[in-house]
């Protein structure tokens, strides 16, 4: 579980990675210090005059810098804001130790009177307008990276992690990166190294993702709409004007950046920016805090492009819930970006592959790079330390180990198993699993699934129970087979038998064991049951982008159970219910069921879900059926993002269509069903303001709308508790109708003495949500407004 925390925030820190092959070359190091105090001067920019090759330096003030022999002599410049640049000329007969003294600068200016705009507004105006200049021109790069992640807790360093890369940027195509060399402490293995330059972001482009928020840049062509921005002070390097702009978000609802920023005068360039993302971005429960911030440096090389020389990051998350603590999370990052070529053509190989990164064969001897004096940035005294005493037993398990009363459900033992070793299930191969259910037909049943793969591309499945109601089993078996395995095509094929109680309508929400705490308080049953014993022969066709098909034949004996009891749990007086009589005989029909993502599930509403499907069941003598209809049904559940679409979570408008129709005679246990609410929990795809009968017809028609507001509405009005508690607003919306002929509804009432609860005239219904309740309940008041009736209803709260 732990390990699952830890991994997303390795890829929260978005890291970057460096090269460097190992040909004849000079490596220089040494100290970069303010000649007067004598004090470190972290994150100096060293470069190599002439070229788009350079380093910076650690936060104790060291670096390292190798230069390929086939360059030398260079002049090696080092800046840092505030002080002169000082240049050196390095040959190959240099001293490897070579250390720089920077001398404050300081530059006179007048006193500057601000009458009407702030002069940072025009300063930004014209920083981009030079940048959409020479943005047009830059195609592609290629450069060098390295990067360094450290993770802590609150007490020290648990982990490192180093990449060194090569990084790849084309305008249309967008990243690319190869991984050459990768080094970690000995607790993490290298799969678990996620550095990568392709992470990081590039604080100079329009459009900046956070973390899923998608932020505006300070240089975008509508920043000056975006931000407030505020000429704080002037700074000095080489004698020429820095400009200390402040940066503050002019829209409270929208995720932006704060901070400072640093522009060169007459060039009209960013050199440097310290910023971090405003109050909008945060994240629900159970992530408490996330604080980030980012620095940066850009440097053109005496050249056209402004392009980026390091980033470093620092950060805390700090996830806890009721009866679980997890120790702060913090990350700190530092990453270099150097030797580019711009405007050069790229390998197309690079792009025909999906995946961002890939890994060169040479990252398999990990310390190649790293020993040959790659361009690195020196490590600290305590991340060396954290090398030396780092070892294996070290886990990331054991240093964010959680604190609460539910700590101890997750601890493990010195061999990794929860709570004293594995189980007897554990030990069993496949997976197996316990049924059970009640309900007035079955009374108590009771059973076990079994799942193996017992061959390549082979899935067996043994299910079987007992219901004491009726006094018989129920069992069934599964087998599929993968029979084509292509690129973009996958085709299997399968039999199953089952034998046992099933519901006579198919809900698309709940499950027949899911109404067994309702049954056992004498509520009235959600369904009506019939028994069924059969095979079913298919075939499974998957294709690219999702979508996919199933065909089958099922051949089934379908027969009536009575109802055997009305047992309440609480001892009030029993609701008696007619489970009313089925069509007996053999039913055989071809069926057809196609779609986009038909294997994404129902989540009672907790995400969006994007899911196209529709089917054809077609019954007939010709068959050998007892049966001759068709039944054809279709359902489209989406989420569209609407609102705030730059935020982690934008509002989103949900809709859920679901219809069916026939043709010939529908037997009572294929008609249609239209879900409601079952004993006030009511999840999305019902019809909220009608409890426990769902509405039943030979064809029906169903539309279901959400629209969820998120934290908006209370950060508008200025109310930060709900904010805080996570709690949003949504409004909804549902309609539905179900048609069964007089006739037909007639014959089932005097055949089975059952009367089809059909909707008569629309139901139509609205209402507000109170989402976020505890993190995991949302409230919902919903008036129908076909009749008079209100109703307070409960479901599981939206998180995605």
């Known amino acids: 579980m732990y390990l699952r925390i830890t991994r997303p925030v390795v890829l929260l820190a978005l890291m970057l990675s460096l090269s460097d092959p190992a040909y004849a070359q000079k490596t220089i190091s040494g100290t970069i210090t303010d000649a007067s105090s004598g004090e470190s001067l972290p994150s100096a920019n060293i470069s190599i005059e002439d070229t788009y090759r350079g380093t910076i330096s650690n936060r104790d003030g060291r670096y390292s810098l190798t230069i390929p022999d086939s360059l030398l002599p260079v002049t090696v410049v080092v800046r840092y804001l505030g002080y002169n640049t000082d240049k050196r000329t390095i040959e190959r007969s240099s001293n490897s130790t070579q250390d720089f003294r920077l001398e404050p600068s300081t530059?006179?200016?007048?006193?500057?009177?601000?009458?009407?705009?702030?002069?940072?507004?025009?300063?930004?105006?014209r920083v981009i307008e030079r940048k959409q200049q020479w943005r047009k021109r830059l195609d592609t790069y290629r450069a060098e990276a390295y990067t360094r992640q450290t993770i802590s807790n609150d007490t020290a360093i648990v982990m490192i992690s180093e990449s060194v890369s090569e990084a790849f940027w084309d305008k249309e195509?967008?990243?690319?990166?190869?991984?050459?060399?990768?080094?970690?402490?000995?607790?993490?293995?290298?799969?678990?190294?996620?550095?990568?330059?392709?992470?990081?972001?590039?604080?100079?482009?329009?459009?900046?993702?956070?973390?899923?928020?998608?932020?505006?840049?300070?240089?975008?062509?509508?920043?000056?709409?975006?931000?407030?921005?505020?000429?704080?002070?002037?700074?000095?390097?080489?004698?020429?004007?820095?400009?200390?702009?402040?940066?503050?978000p002019a829209r409270k609802l929208q995720p932006l950046f704060e901070g400072t920023i640093y522009v060169l005068d007459r060039e009209y360039a960013l050199l440097e920016v310290s910023l971090q993302p405003n109050d909008v971005v945060t994240f629900p429960q159970p992530v408490r805090d996330f604080n980030t911030f980012y620095e940066q440096q850009f440097n053109n090389y005496g050249k056209e492009f402004w392009l980026p020389a390091d980033m470093r990051i620092r950060g805390d998350i700090k996830i806890s819930m009721v009866g679980l603590d997890f120790p702060t999370i913090r990350f700190r990052q530092v990453s270099q970006i150097s030797n580019y070529q711009v405007n050069v053509p790229l390998p197309d190989s690079l792009y025909r592959k999906k995946e961002q990164i890939t890994v060169d064969s040479t990252s398999a001897d990990t310390d190649s790079l790293f020993v040959n004096a790659v361009k690195s940035v020196p490590l600290s005294r305590e991340e060396e330390e954290a090398y030396s005493s780092l070892d294996s037993t070290a886990t990331l398990e054991k240093s964010f180990k959680p604190s609460g009363f539910l700590a101890h459900f997750i601890d493990e033992d010195e061999n990794g198993n929860g709570n004293g070793g594995p189980g007897f299930l554990d030990r069993v191969p496949g997976s197996l699993s316990p049924a059970f259910r009640y309900n007035r037909v079955d009374e108590f049943y009771g059973g076990l699934k079994y799942d193996i793969g017992i061959a390549d591309r082979v899935e067996l499945n043994v299910r079987g129970g007992y219901s004491t109601g009726y006094r018989a089993w129920s069992y069934g078996s599964g087998l599929e087979y993968e029979l084509v395995n292509a690129k973009g095509f996958d085709q299997s094929i399968g039999l199953e038998y089952l034998a046992g109680t099933v519901p006579q309508q198919q809900s698309a929400i709940y499950g027949a064991y899911f109404t067994t705490v309702t049954n056992l308080l004498g509520e009235r049953d959600y369904y009506n049951y019939f028994r069924s014993e059969g095979y079913r022969v298919f075939t499974g066709l998957e294709f690219p982008r999702d979508l996919s098909a199933v065909v089958g034949f099922n051949s089934q004996e379908h027969s009536s159970l009575s109802?055997?009891?009305?047992?309440?749990?609480?001892?009030?007086?029993?609701?008696?219910?007619?489970?009313?009589?089925?069509?007996?005989?053999?039913?055989?029909?071809?069926?057809?069921?196609?779609?986009?993502?038909?294997?994404?599930?129902?989540?009672?509403?907790?995400?969006?879900?994007?899911?196209?499907?529709?089917?054809?069941?077609?019954?007939?003598?010709?068959?050998?059926?007892?049966?001759?209809?068709?039944?054809?049904?279709?359902?489209?559940?989406?989420?569209?993002?609407?609102?705030?679409?730059?935020?982690?979570?934008?509002?989103?408008?949900?809709?859920?269509?679901?219809?069916?129709?026939?043709?010939?005679?529908?037997?009572?246990?294929?008609?249609?069903?239209?879900?409601?609410?079952?004993?006030?929990?009511?999840?999305?795809?019902?019809?909220?303001?009608?409890?426990?009968?769902?509405?039943?017809?030979?064809?029906?028609?169903?539309?279901?709308?959400?629209?969820?507001?998120?934290?908006?509405?209370?950060?508008?009005?200025?109310?930060?508790?709900?904010?805080?508690?996570?709690?949003?607003?949504?409004?909804?919306?549902?309609?539905?109708?179900?048609?069964?002929?007089?006739?037909?509804?007639?014959?089932?009432?005097?055949?089975?003495?059952?009367?089809?609860?059909?909707?008569?005239?629309?139901?139509?219904?609205?209402?507000?949500?109170?989402?976020?309740?505890?993190?995991?309940?949302?409230?919902?008041?919903?008036?129908?407004?076909?009749?008079?009736?209100?109703?307070?209803?409960?479901?599981?709260?939206?998180?995605?």
């Open 173 to 248: 195509q967008g990243h690319r990166e190869v991984l050459k060399s990768r080094r970690q402490t000995a607790n993490i293995a290298a799969s678990d190294n996620f550095a990568g330059v392709s992470y990081f972001p590039n604080l100079y482009d329009d459009n900046i993702e956070i973390a899923g928020f998608q932020l505006v840049g300070v240089t975008h062509p509508d920043a000056l709409t975006y931000y407030d921005f505020r000429l704080e002070d002037y700074r000095n390097i080489d004698d020429r004007v820095v400009y200390e702009i402040s940066v503050s």
């Open 107 to 125: 530059l006179q200016m007048e006193e500057v009177v601000v009458t009407g705009e702030d002069p940072a507004i025009g300063i930004m105006r």
């Open 563 to 800: 109802q055997n009891t009305s047992y309440d749990l609480l001892g009030r007086s029993p609701r008696l219910q007619l489970n009313p009589d089925v069509e007996e005989g053999s039913l055989r029909s071809l069926d057809l069921r196609a779609g986009y993502n038909l294997d994404q599930g129902y989540n009672f509403g907790v995400t969006g879900i994007d899911k196209i499907a529709f089917s054809v069941e077609l019954s007939d003598d010709m068959l050998g059926s007892d049966f001759n209809f068709a039944r054809y049904t279709g359902s489209v559940q989406w989420s569209f993002p609407t609102f705030y679409q730059r935020r982690f979570l934008s509002n989103t408008l949900d809709l859920n269509l679901a219809a069916g129709t026939f043709s010939g005679r529908l037997p009572l246990q294929r008609l249609g069903l239209l879900d409601v609410s079952i004993d006030h929990f009511s999840p999305f795809g019902t019809l909220k303001t009608r409890q426990q009968t769902p509405y039943m017809g030979e064809q029906y028609l169903m539309l279901n709308a959400e629209h969820n507001f998120r934290t908006i509405p209370f950060e508008a009005l200025g109310l930060q508790k709900p904010v805080d508690w996570n709690w949003s607003l949504i409004i909804f919306g549902g309609a539905g109708k179900t048609w069964i002929s007089d006739t037909r509804k007639q014959a089932i009432l005097d055949r089975t003495g059952y009367l089809v609860p059909e909707t008569g005239d629309p139901h139509l219904e609205a209402g507000i949500s109170l989402n976020g309740i505890f993190g995991l309940f949302r409230i919902d008041l919903a008036r129908r407004l076909d009749q008079p009736a209100y109703l307070l209803n409960i479901s599981v709260a939206r998180i995605f």
